[in-house]
């Protein structure tokens, strides 16, 4: 038998991260907060026109679902949004298990899966063959957890993440193309900039 | 409080009381509005653990791994809640690249409990060989630790550190030495 003959169907179609992120960025009327991974992903967070409320991971890989988390916990009437690469949640799966424990329900997290380590020379995941990370999720007790169709679908689905009553996590199949922008490697001003756009400071 | 009031309820929960070194550490961390502490659990911590759950001031739940509760609370502090981590020695020895990666630059106040083990008695091996590389590893980042290894003394270094960390933006390591706590030993 197969390893893969209990799983659904992947049958999603194959997106760009950089107009998903678009897409995404193109809802946010609510100063909602957006933490983008390592890598690529706030590559093309911060391409895709940059926020206040935007934040920009530049090392600890698969730490941008645990920040995300500590975001929505401190502010529980902000909408938060978490991007994250495949690679990246390998690192952290456990980190879906603290999730769904503590289930804020304005926490929106953003998978994005090319079942590659598209940085660093588009190495194949572990991953990549027989995983399949939205079932890990929900296994893991993130019962609102889908692959995203297509676009369309992607753009549902953030929809009816903003009014739910549990964390959610959108798996997005994303093509093999590098990040569109490059995030200023400014870590003191990232965060402080960040936290204005919070309204945890104010500026001097 | 007033004095008459502390006269008149002796010992009536463990913060009210802090004549242990749990008891000062949870009273420090309430003093200072440290709200969310997010942990990977360690023996000697058992009883502090489960006091801060028992508090409901506190935000208190066990983590996978360390650097997933450093990630919670980085992203809480920038949200404008204060924490800080529980971990054991061994635990701490897997921070290495999210403290040089997020932390220290991000100019973040971590605040660390450490339980150290691996000293004064122990009996694993592993234990004391990883111990070894939790200090030059602070050093190596320039970050604050101090060592606590006695009970009249606990209470300035830990208010005093976690006040240093928030107003410096500056993480702080405080090391729970077997002097303080009675660490874990192989009779135990």
Not at chain 1, 171 to 180: E, L
Not at chain 2, 172 to 187: C, E, H, Q, R, S
Request: with cysteine; aromatic share 6%; hydrophobic share 45%.
């Amino acid at each position: 038998m197969s390893p893969q003959a209990n799983m659904p169907a992947r049958n999603t179609k194959v997106m760009n991260r950089f107009d998903v992120t678009s897409r995404l960025v193109a809802k946010l009327k609510n100063e909602e907060a957006v933490i983008g991974g390592i890598g690529n992903t706030n590559f093309d967070l911060w391409a895709a026109g940059n926020r206040p409320q935007n934040w920009y991971m530049l090392g600890s890989m698969g730490l941008a679902f645990p920040i995300a988390l500590g975001v929505a916990l401190a502010q529980p009437k902000r909408r938060v949004f978490g991007l994250e690469g495949d690679g990246s949640l390998l690192m952290q799966l456990g980190a879906l298990s603290t999730i769904a424990t503590l289930a804020p329900k304005n926490l929106t997290m953003i998978l994005m899966d090319n079942g590659i380590y598209q940085i660093t020379g588009s190495q194949p995941t572990p991953a990549a063959a027989h995983t399949d990370l939205v079932a890990i999720a929900i296994a893991s007790g993130i019962v609102n957890s889908a692959w995203a169709a297509d676009e369309e679908d992607f753009e549902r689905l953030i929809d009816q993440s903003m009014s739910a009553s549990a964390p959610t996590l959108i798996g997005v199949r994303i093509d093999d193309k590098p990040g569109t922008g490059t995030t200023r490697r400014d870590p003191v001003q990232i965060r402080e900039r960040f936290m204005l756009g919070l309204g945890v400071r104010r500026a001097l | 409080m007033a004095v008459a009031e502390q006269r008149t309820s002796p010992q009536a929960s463990p913060e009210q009381a802090p004549q242990t070194w749990h008891g000062i550490i949870q009273q420090t961390l309430k003093r200072n509005d440290i709200r969310l502490v997010p942990y990977v659990p360690d023996r000697v911590l058992t009883t502090l653990i489960k006091n801060l759950h028992a508090d409901p001031f506190f935000t208190t739940f066990p983590t996978a791994r360390e650097e997933e509760a450093v990630g919670i609370v980085s992203g809480a502090w920038m949200g404008g809640m204060k924490g800080a981590v529980l971990m054991q020695t061994s635990g701490f020895a897997t921070l290495a690249n999210v403290l040089a990666s997020l932390v220290a630059p991000s100019q973040i106040p971590l605040i660390m409990f450490v339980s150290e083990r691996g000293t004064l008695g122990e009996f694993n091996l592993g234990q004391s060989l990883v111990c070894r590389t939790m200090r030059p590893v602070l050093d190596s980042l320039a970050i604050e630790h101090h060592t606590c290894t006695r009970l009249d003394e606990l209470e300035f270094i830990a208010d005093r550190s976690i006040k240093q960390a928030v107003t410096t933006q500056a993480p702080v390591a405080l090391i729970l030495n077997p002097l303080l706590t009675g660490g874990k030993v192989f009779d135990k």
